[in-house]
């Protein structure tokens, strides 16, 4: 059984599973078991460690996901660099169902989640001003285009609390402030993940229109969910892709994030 990955994936609603031929590995962490067992296997030269954000039968709700679990088990493994599909609502009504968007920034409107590992033994400060990895993100954009995507590089991910969708004035609120899309599993992740040192990009697919756009007529979870299962296969194929194309040597600041602080604890 491989019990080392390279890469890591956690799939969104409607995306719960990745790779064929995988072994499924148990992993323990500090924070309680993640979300389902990591499957491993390998997309190419590339190993690949796979997790559902939701669990496979989709219980877990935004804010109940063991986020930090997850992305704990994840390094555990081996994992260093780490690419999260997910469904999104769009703040522009330019940006219909089928968009790919690759966020750049990110805005927090969550507020009951364990969003860091660093809530005693000593404050640990990261960076935080650019959530996202840029190699990720650059090489990303360039796949989903030679692809055939309708890419959107860049724009501003806000994460709301869910499980309920935004009210309209919520959602006029977000597209009034310039911000392009919003879901509810974005954040904690990345900030879990700039914590421990590993390069993370969302690929964020627009399922529907939020409610306070013009366009749009309010969204409900049965279409969210059946927009994502139709392009499950298509969104497959990107991320497989997207893996083959990641670096081996990391270029990017992700792994020098720790640099200088002094951590309470080991990482794995």
């Known amino acids: 059984m491989v019990t080392r990955a390279d890469i890591g994936v956690i799939g969104g609603s409607g995306f719960y599973s990745l790779l064929d031929d995988a072994e499924e590995v148990e992993v323990t962490t500090p924070y309680g078991p993640p979300s389902?067992?990591?499957t491993i296997g390998r997309i190419g030269s590339r190993t690949v460690a796979f997790v559902p954000r939701h669990g496979r039968d989709h219980r877990f709700p935004p804010h109940r996901i063991p986020y930090r679990a997850n992305l704990w088990a994840l390094r555990s493994l081996g994992v260093r660099q780490v690419l999260a599909p997910s469904a999104v609502g769009s703040l522009r009504a330019e940006y219909g169902p089928g968009t790919l968007v690759i966020p750049d920034q990110l805005v927090d409107r969550t507020t009951s989640r364990a969003h860091t590992y660093y809530d005693e033994g000593g404050a640990v400060h990261v960076p935080f001003a650019d959530?996202?990895?840029?190699?990720?993100?650059?090489?990303?954009c360039a796949t989903a285009s030679a692809e055939g995507w309708d890419v959107v590089d860049g724009g501003t991910l806000v994460v709301i609390e869910g499980p309920r969708f935004s009210s309209r004035a919520e959602s006029r609120w977000f597209s009034g402030n310039g911000w392009t899309i919003v879901g509810m599993t974005g954040y904690p992740e990345a900030a879990l993940a700039r914590e421990l040192a590993l390069c993370y990009t969302t690929l964020a697919l627009v399922t529907d229109h939020d409610a306070g756009v013009d366009v749009g007529e309010g969204v409900t979870q049965e279409e969210v969910l059946a927009f994502f299962a139709a392009n499950s296969e298509r969104m497959r194929t990107?991320?497989?892709?997207?893996?083959?194309?990641?670096?081996?040597?990391?270029?990017?600041?992700?792994?020098n994030t720790l640099d200088g602080i002094k951590l309470p604890f080991p990482l794995p």
């Open 238 to 255: 990107l991320v497989a892709s997207v893996t083959a194309a990641l670096p081996t040597d990391r270029p990017c600041h992700c792994p």
């Open 36 to 38: 389902d067992p990591i």
């Open 131 to 140: 959530p996202y990895c840029a190699t990720g993100r650059s090489l990303a």
